[in-house]
């Protein structure tokens, strides 16, 4: 059973993960950068750790999603804020994928270190989800408050780019899945919101676009992927309830038309009138 939810969850994340680089390249920054961060990755993720522990491992992994995600917001901000400073620099997109990257990784531990704490101190698992969905709602207003260029792309992805991207993604999902059975719940959870899909995404465009299209969806990208702390959040409760199928639908409806669909509108209202 364990190792049919860790392939199952890796193949269909991987194979999400390379549509939403599509979405960004044929419609924008803007409408591909939010519409393709609806909940995808994180579907078979919770599924398939739904499937291989208990529902105290789901709840565990999952009450981290909302905190990763405002991690995976404060990574992308790099991506809008600092390759303007690099200009004048030989090799931006390196530095940029490295400052990235590091950001990112201090801030995970730092979360997992308070969490761990927060959880030996009383905390509850709902109280971290909601904390984080909170931090993680304003940071993405804050990264949206001055509309970004958000053109869509004129190269297409070099096919090689899609499938190592899909590859990563995959391999962050399953390791998600496989990490949450082996009793390690949070570091499940910050391997499920690995940012795959945002690195290959923002790798992949620059070298297909150049830096414009990456900076102008990173915004809208922070802002879609609240639906997946939500999405989280929700699941916590409905998958435990109503069972893998429909717990999932009931989560991921929720969250599109909860979150993903109105915050589009908002955006979208925006840059036509600015």
């Known amino acids: 059973m364990l190792s049919s939810a860790v392939i199952l969850s890796a193949l269909l994340a991987g194979i999400i993960a390379i549509l939403v680089t599509r979405a960004i390249e044929r419609w924008g920054g803007l409408t591909g950068g939010l519409l393709g961060t609806m909940p995808s990755t994180i579907v078979p993720a919770a599924a398939g750790i739904s499937l291989a522990g208990d529902e105290v491992l789901l709840n565990q992994s999952l009450s981290i999603i909302p905190l990763g995600m405002l991690i995976n917001g404060i990574f992308l901000a790099v991506w809008m804020y600092l390759p303007p400073k690099l200009e004048n620099n030989n090799s931006p997109l390196l530095l ?6 590091l950001v990112w990784f201090l801030f995970g531990m730092v979360m997992l270190l308070g969490v761990d704490f927060a959880i030996h101190n ?23 408050w001055k509309v970004q260029p958000a053109p869509s792309g004129k190269q297409p992805v070099a096919r090689t780019v899609l499938i190592l991207r899909g590859g990563a993604a995959a391999s962050a999902i399953g390791a998600a899945v496989w ?20 690195l290959t995404s923002m790798v992949a465009l620059w070298l297909a676009q150049g830096p414009t299209v990456p900076r102008g969806a990173a915004g809208p990208m922070a802002m879609g992927g609240t639906s997946v702390a939500i999405y989280a959040l929700i699941a916590m409760y409905s998958l435990p309830a109503w069972g893998v199928v429909f717990g999932s639908l009931a989560a991921w409806l929720i969250a599109v038309f909860g979150w993903s669909l109105p915050a589009f509108l908002l955006l979208r209202k925006r840059v036509t009138t600015d």
Not at 129 to 139: D, E, P
Request: aromatic share 16%.
């Open 96 to 101: 940029t994928t490295f400052a990235a990257l």
């Open 122 to 144: 009383g905390v509850t698992t709902w109280q971290i989800g909601f904390l984080g969905l909170a931090f993680l709602i304003v940071l993405a207003f804050a990264m949206n």
């Open 179 to 198: 990490l949450s059975a082996q009793g390690q719940p949070f570091v499940a959870g910050l391997a499920a919101v690995f940012p795959a899909i945002f």
